[in-house]
Every structure is written in C-alpha cells, then in structure tokens.
C-alpha cells in the first residue's frame, strides 16, 4: 500500500495503523490465518493507491533498527523498490505493501496473519524482544513467507531460530567496500533468478559467511570471488550470495545484495525481489530442496559376490539403463583375488578374462548375470609392461530394445590376441537379449566394427558408447598407448616399439588420421549387423595426402587419450566427453603442461589435441629422431602437423579445438601468460585458475550424462527439474576431484567456453569409504533417479565394495502446493 505525498517520517508514522487497514482489502493468506479487523475510516482521506483490480495480497515490510540514529538510506531505497515492484507486472503478481518500523505488529497475531510475505528491511541488533520473535515463528509455522535482504542476516544475532530462518550469518571479515562481482545464477527455474542472466555483474557490498550454508539452504546464486577482492574472511568457489528453503511450515528467501541504495535502481536486482517475493507470498511455486544434502537417499543395490563367483558385479566398468527400468552394467575382465592371473605370454591363456554382463531388476530388485565373454583382459597390476586394461570396455541398447533386445559391446576377444606380435583385435559387436530371461545369446553376436591394438604395453583402451538422436552411436577408443618414456609429458617418444609397433607415440594413433584408437568414432548401424557413415564425421575416408588414402571415415572425433565415458544429451545431440590426462605431476617450461585431465562439450567433428595440446590450447614440446630425449619446437595448436615416423594418416592435422574443462593437482583450469608466439610460461608461480571448484591429484575422468527432467513421470524418486540441462562430470577419486553437476553457455560451448556455475554433488553422490569413492559410471534412469557403479577398492579386480547403487530423490515437490498459491480477489 504506497501512501503517495507523505513524508518518510509520516509513512513511519502512520505504517503501525496502515497495517490493521491493509489486513482488512481481503488478502489471502494460509488455512490459519485470521481475518483482520475493520478499515480505520480515518485513513480514507489519506492517497492510498492499492494494485489496479481491486485488493490482493499484501506484503509487510518491517525496517525496525536496534542502532540509533538517522536510518539508512537503504531503508526507503528498498522500500519505495519493493512497492514500485508491488505496482508492477501482470495484475496476477501484484501486491500491497505496508511498511512499518513498528515490532508490535509481530505480536498481534491478527494482524501479522493477514500477510502474504514479510521482509526484513533492518540492519544489526537485536531488532526483537522474545514475545515478537515468537510471534513471527508461529507466522512461519501457519505457513508464512520470510524474505531478507542484506543486513538483516546481522538480526537477532542471538537467536537459533533466526540464524536458521535467515540460513547464514555475516562474518566479521567481510569487506565493506562496495565492489563490481560477478554472480553466477545456478538456479534457472526460481521466479527469483530464471530471468537474470547467467553471468550477472553488478556492485555491491559482499557478505563472507561464519558457516557456508550450502546443503542446508537451495542456494539460487553464488558471487565469484575471482572477480572482486573478498578479503580475509573468503568462502573459495562456493560463496552463495542468495538462497531459499522451506522453514518451519513456511517459506523464507535470502539474498546478501541489496547492501546499496543504487541496488535497488538496477531492473534485474528487482526482477530478483520480485520472483523471491512472488514465491514467498504465494504468488508462485518454486522448488527450494533440490539442493539441500538431507533430501537425496543413496541406497547400494547388490550385495558382495558369493565367495569364488561374481553372482552380483565384475570388476566395475559402464551401465546403461532401459527403457523399461532395467539397469545393464559390465565387468571389464577382471577376476576376483580368488582367480588366477596369467601373465606369462608363452601360457596360451595370457590375460585370459570373463567380461561379465549382469542385469539389475527394480521391480524384482533382483541382479541376473546375463553372460560372460572370454576377453583378454585379466592380466594383473605392476608396471607398465604387465597390466592391462583391455576387456569388455562398453555398453550400449539399441533405441528399439524393447522389442529387439539389441546389446551392443565394445570388448577385446581373447579369441583373437597374437601372442607373437603381441595384437589384438578390438571390436564393437552386436548381440541379442532374452527380455524375458534376462539372458544374453552370445551365438547371435553381430561383427560391426573391429581394428588392431597393440597389448605388450598397457594402456588407454577407453571404452564408452552413447546413441544421438538420429540413431546415429559413438565408440570412444583410447590412444593404446604407454604412460611412460615421456617424461609424463606429450607421450610422443617415436622410439620404443614391439616388433615395429610404436607403444609410446600417441602420433601413431590419437594423432593419426588413419587410426581408429584415441578417438569419438560415430557409425550409422544398419539391421543387418553393417554400418553407413553419417555426413558431417571429421573426414569422409577418401582424403588423401601424396597420393593415398590417409583417413577413416569413422571417425568424428580425433586427438583424445582415454575417453572412458562419453554421453550425448538426445535434446541438443551435444556430445559431452571427458578423458584421462598424462602424468607429469607439474608443467615444465620446457615440456609444456602438467596432466590435466578433461572434459569437452562438442557440438561438431574436430581435433582435441592430445598429444599436441591441452587444455585451452596450451601446446607440448615436440619430440623426434634421433634422439627424442632433447626437445625441438613447440607444437602449433592452430596448424598442428604430425611429423611422427609412426605416422600413416595426413601430415597436416585439423586445427585443434579447446576443451571446456580441465585441472591439474594444482587446480582447475590452469591458465598462464603467453609469449608474442603464444607459448605459456607454464611457470607454477604465474597460473591462473579460472575454475577454482575443483583441484586433481589422483585423476581419472569419469563424465556423466546430461539431466533431463520429465514432468510425466510421477515416481517420487525422480531428481527436481532444477537439475535439469546441467552436466554431471566426475572423477574416478573423490577427494578433491570434480564430482559436480556445470552449467554451460550454448552460446560457447563448443569452442571451449568455461562452465558459468558448478553445483557439488558430493554430499548427494555420497563420497568416502563407506559411500560411493571410486566411481565408474553413472547414468539416470527413465524414472529420473541416478544410477552410478562404485568400482570399488582394488584394481584389476572386484571386492565387497564394488556395487550397483541409486541416488533418489526425497524432499517432495515445489512449494507452496497449488492448492494453497494465492488467488488474486475479483
């Protein structure tokens, strides 16, 4: 209710009464509200104007301060905001607003009852005496709204209940200056934030927090420290700034701007105020639990093996999920410690394995071992030259599984292993699924697509599988490649080979036109067991260089080490990849960069690097005969050539495309300042970290899936619409590894545009040695919940903590439900 023509100090005066005139123009409120008394007839001479269509909800705003002296100028800022907000928008959305410095109001509960929202509009101090603190916590459990603004989180300092309404309380260490930051809007659903840009920069002052709130509150959007000078008190990458949460039967919204009268001028600080207050006065639902830790359930689904069987798991490597619920997952190869490991090339059962497919049930919650190929890829752990990591690789269903029972399997036959030249074939076949037995018929295997690796050095087989929707499947394929005799660098010694095949030069294979290993293949497969090659792959397979053939048509992606798990989001047919990086603990001015494991957001065929470069373009060191132990140019990243001996496919390479995300043990997406050439300094001292959510160490990349929200599916385990369109990425490890659902740019994405917002996942994806540490693989379901593999604790092997497990979600839908959302008076 705006009182045009008064004075500050007369609408303070005159906002006590105005309260019991507001709560009488018929607004609704919750099933306990009272209504209010009669309209003081004194005040109809005074200019009151009410939103246009008569009376509606009414919102209270309370500026009582526990300091003396002049009140802030932010006060009527806010104030005369907050009633221009009111005024404005679809009839619909409309509010009036009272506006009173008055506490008593808090103990009369007629008259607090007949609010929609409160919002605190007050600075520090003990603004309350314990009867008014009581009364605004029984309009909270009648299912009242709260919205803070700024300062008042410096309320009722003494108070429990209120430091839990309020969610987080200003640390002393906060800088006071008003600062131009970055917030990142993670929230793109809340009425509060679903219309502010992703990236928002504005001025402010910025609060630094006793205690994150996160996972206690549904945290809407975060400041970016990197981007203004948070003093000593910061809170690192996950400093929110606004919040919400269903408190105590009602609803209460926080936001830490707002701390500057020119706050309160900006359009979309208002469109801020107006979707928090919308929510809280019931104007609008809003989902403020997807966040929260509490509301997520993470239940393991299989038991140990049986001793000396695999009954329930092998050793842990993909899962796939039905259309029908039913959940595929595979093990690689790897026997339990009970089983031998043959390691002796001259035994004719060298690396002999079982790659195991098994089948969990919801409805039955049952597990069947659907069956077992014989690969290689049982060879143990040690050094570089003894393990393996070969196998059944990846998994994938036909689109039309549910009436074919197509299996498609990304595997390496111990069948067709050369114990002389030390080969084998790798292969992607097609097989049949009883639907009703749960029980694959390995006669019916369908041959689609198979190439050479090299096995005398272990590693880098990759292994996932992912359809578009144009039926179109991708088969990620490792470098087949060795960690070593590079230094942990480029992995480009042309030297080392086995009779004659290169094993530690990446040019031969990721880097090699004519190479199927270190890359995103994409086929057409056809009903007879064939494939067609879709236009648009990185080459046709006729491109020729000197005269000859020098590509494979297959291949969509090139230049990537080992991309274990891939995943193509079917709404936008991006192509969402991730793989493990080299091993050098720390860059090398002479060598180039440190490991840095990645993940890549790929709209369009193209060159990925490895092993020219990194990151965001950052280039390696080249290598060469006669003696690759000395170093020679710096690769370019934008001509990249491969002038390896090993080399069968073009000279000239694609230009190289950078990646989205990548980190090191020293943090996440090291940048450093470059020469007139464009060559990094790659010194420690000089990095930038422009994604400082996540840190390395122990590295291993396990992308995930792209959640889609489907509004029809009524199952209560489904994860919230706030989830959806963010993109899950992982690490095998779960200390400072990413576990992390990003939100990206379409506009940028696929040229290496950085994520603009991370979520953590790793108090709902629980972590630790009791929770899901090692992770292998995770995908939703149709029923929206996550399913993801724990590998367990061992390697080349299965143990009691390899498992199946389901993340689902319990905190209930959007508030306030529909039933009690505010209908504007006739």
């Not at 309209?39 to 526990?66: N, R």
């Not at 009791?770 to 399913?787: A, E, H, Q, S, V």
Request: proline share 7%; glycine share 12%.
């Amino acid at each position: 209710m705006y009182l045009r023509g008064l004075s500050d100090a007369r609408r303070r005066a005159w906002a006590a009464a105005l309260t019991a005139s507001a709560v009488a123009t018929g607004l609704l409120s919750g099933p306990a509200a009272h209504a209010g008394p009669a309209p003081d007839p004194t005040l109809t001479t005074m200019s009151i104007t009410s939103p246009p269509g008569g009376t509606g909800p009414q919102v209270l705003i309370f500026h009582g301060s526990a300091a003396a002296g002049e009140e802030s100028p932010v006060v009527n800022a806010g104030i005369e905001a907050i009633e221009k907000i009111g005024l404005s928008g679809p009839a619909a959305e409309r509010f009036e607003v009272v506006a009173t410095d008055d506490a008593s109001v808090f103990t009369d509960d007629t008259r607090l009852s007949g609010f929609n929202a409160v919002v605190f509009l007050t600075g520090g101090g003990d603004v309350l005496d314990p009867e008014q603190e009581a009364g605004l916590e029984a309009y909270m459990e009648a299912g009242g709204g709260f919205v803070g603004i700024h300062d008042s989180a410096r309320a009722e300092p003494y108070s429990d209940w209120f430091t839990g309404l309020i969610g987080a309380r200003p640390a002393t260490s906060s800088p006071t200056a008003v600062q131009r930051a970055t917030v990142e809007v993670g929230d793109r659903r809340h009425p509060a934030t679903k219309d502010l840009p992703v990236q928002w920069k504005r001025p402010d002052k910025w609060f630094n927090w006793v205690k994150n709130p996160s996972g206690t509150v549904h945290t809407v959007a975060r400041v970016r420290e990197s981007t203004y000078q948070p003093g000593t008190g910061a809170g690192g990458w996950d400093h929110p700034v606004s919040w919400c949460r269903d408190y105590d039967g009602g609803r209460s919204f926080y936001t830490g701007m707002g701390g500057t009268v020119s706050a309160y001028d900006e359009t979309d600080f208002r469109t801020h105020l107006r979707g928090a207050l919308l929510w809280t006065s019931r104007l609008a639902q809003a989902d403020c639990k997807a966040t929260i830790d509490a509301n997520y359930k993470a239940e393991r689904l299989t038991q140990p093996n049986q001793p000396g069987q695999n009954d329930q798991i092998g050793e842990p490597h993909g899962l796939v999920t039905a259309p029908d619920g039913r959940v595929l997952y595979i093990g690689r190869g790897g026997a339990d410690s009970s089983q031998p490991v043959v390691t002796d090339w001259n035994n004719p059962d060298i690396g002999k394995g079982k790659g195991e497919i098994h089948v969990y049930d919801p409805k039955t919650k049952k597990v069947t071992l659907a069956g077992a190929l014989t690969v290689f890829g049982n060879k143990g752990g040690g050094d570089e030259l003894t393990k393996v990591e070969e196998g059944l690789l990846g998994i994938e269903l036909d689109p039309a599984f549910q009436q074919n029972g197509w299996v498609y399997l990304h595997y390496t036959p111990h069948s067709q292993i050369n114990r002389d030249t030390r080969m084998a074939e790798r292969r992607v076949s097609r097989f049949t699924l009883d639907l009703a037995t749960n029980k694959l018929d390995l006669s019916s295997e369908k041959v689609l697509l198979k190439w050479p690796v090299q096995i005398h050095s272990c590693c880098h087989a990759g292994g996932g599988m992912t359809w578009d929707s144009k039926g179109n499947l991708y088969i990620a394929t490792g470098d087949n490649n060795s960690s070593g005799f590079s230094s942990g660098y480029s992995g480009n010694n042309p030297e080392p080979d086995y009779k004659g095949v290169s094993f530690a030069d990446a040019r031969r294979t990721a880097g090699n036109t004519n190479n199927l290993n270190g890359k995103i293949l994409r086929i057409h497969p056809e009903p007879d067991g064939t494939y067609t090659l879709p236009v648009g792959n990185l080459f046709t397979g006729r491109e020729t260089d000197e005269g000859g053939g020098k590509t494979r048509g297959e291949i969509y992606v090139m230049g990537v080490r080992n991309p274990a798990r891939i995943f193509v989001d079917e709404k936008t047919d991006v192509l969402y990849a991730g793989w493990v990086g080299p091993d050098a603990s720390a860059p090398s001015t002479t060598w180039g960069p440190a490991k840095y494991d990645t993940f890549a957001a790929i709209t369009e065929a193209g060159n990925r690097g490895w092993p020219y470069c990194m990151g965001n373009k950052q280039p390696y060191r080249d290598r060469n005969l006669p003696d690759p132990s000395k170093p020679l140019g710096w690769y370019d990243c934008a001509h990249p050539k491969n002038e390896s001996p090993n080399n069968d496919g073009l000279v000239n390479l694609p230009p190289v495309t950078g990646n989205n995300i990548w980190y090191s043990p020293q943090g996440g997406a090291p940048d450093f300042p470059r020469d007139a050439s464009g060559i990094p300094s790659y010194k420690n001292e000089e990095a930038t970290y422009l994604l400082p959510w996540l840190k390395g160490g122990g590295q291993a990349t396990m992308n995930g899936p792209v959640y889609r929200y489907d509004a029809s599916v009524t199952n209560s385990g489904q994860w919230p619409a706030y989830w959806d369109g963010k993109w899950f990425v992982g690490d095998f490890y779960d200390a400072d590894q990413p576990r992390h659902a990003v939100l990206m740019d379409p506009k940028n994405q696929g040229s290496g545009g950085l994520p603009t917002h991370a979520e953590t996942l790793k108090r709902i994806v629980p972590v630790g040695n009791n929770g899901i540490r090692n992770l292998m693989d995770w995908k939703f379901g149709p029923d929206g919940t996550l399913y993801v593999l724990d590998y367990g604790r061992g390697f080349f092997t299965s143990d009691s903590k390899s498992a199946l497990w389901r993340v689902t979600y319990t905190g209930g839908g959007p508030t306030p439900a529909a039933g009690q959302l505010v209908r504007k008076a006739e």
